[in-house]
């Protein structure tokens, strides 16, 4: 994890180095959802915390790579489970249609702001990579602890936990349960979507702890508004 905060950092460095400063943010959001949205937060966070004016541009490119993780778990249930696709992927879709609104307001609302992330000089920075993955690494054991306690007799809860920190783990293993009738359709795509509402509370953390002040309001905000679709998608879904 930590040789991957690097990389999405220095990726994201070489595409608005060639790109543009703008394109090259908002292309490093997009790719950093297909690859890591976590990585990706952490990365424009300490970026946005050596400049808090671009907090408004960092919240559109974390919540750009936030949104394109649904992409991604739809892409890995087509690839393992393609048979239960058509059950699975609409209330996933439907928050991703309620995220994809919001980042294009985001968007707009960013259109005119003439501060833009800055390239960093050591665009690795291993420090606050460390710092990351020393956090990571505790979610993880975590996760383990209650996992190897509870199993499966709470599988809400094993979502949740899950999803904190990685989003193709829980995906991938409910697609296989349903697929082997070993667990129902309905109780498989609400705990993805329980486990893509945790990760945004873990990467909310990580914006307290690396980002300024200003870029965590805006994520607060922005994930608020996601947390209560995501929590209307699960009550109202039929």
């Not at 710092?131 to 996760?143: E, I, Q, T, W």
């Not at 709470?154 to 349903?178: E, F, H, K, N, P």
């Not at 498989?188 to 945004?200: H, Y």
Request: with cysteine; proline share 3%.
């Amino acid at each position: 994890m930590v040789v991957l905060i690097c990389g999405i950092s220095v990726g994201g460095f070489l595409a608005q180095k060639f790109l543009g400063a703008r394109a090259g943010t908002v292309l490093g959001g997009v790719l950093g959802g297909l690859i890591s949205s976590t990585a990706t937060t952490v990365s424009y966070s300490r970026r946005s915390s050596k400049a808090p004016d671009t907090a408004g541009l960092a919240t559109l490119v974390i919540m750009i790579a936030s949104t394109f993780v649904f992409a991604r778990v739809i892409v890995e249930i087509a690839i393992v489970a393609p048979a239960i696709l058509r059950q699975l992927a609409p209330p996933l879709a439907a928050m991703m249609t309620l995220m994809t609104l919001i980042c294009a307001g985001l968007y707009l609302l960013t259109a005119r702001d003439k501060q833009l992330v800055p390239l960093e000089e050591d665009p690795a920075d291993l420090k606050s990579a460390l710092l990351f993955g020393l956090f990571y690494g505790v979610v993880l054991l975590a996760v383990a602890v209650v996992k190897e306690h509870f199993g499966d007799r709470a599988l809400y809860g094993v979502a949740a936990l899950s999803g904190l920190t990685d989003m193709d783990a829980i995906t991938l293993s409910t697609a296989q349960l349903i697929k082997a009738e070993k667990l129902s359709i309905d109780t498989g795509w609400r705990m993805i979507l329980l486990g893509a509402m945790s990760n945004l509370a873990f990467k909310a953390c990580a914006v307290a702890l690396l980002g300024p002040t200003r870029l965590l309001k805006r994520v607060l905000l922005v994930f608020g508004i996601s947390m209560v679709g995501g929590g209307a998608v699960l009550a109202f879904w039929p």
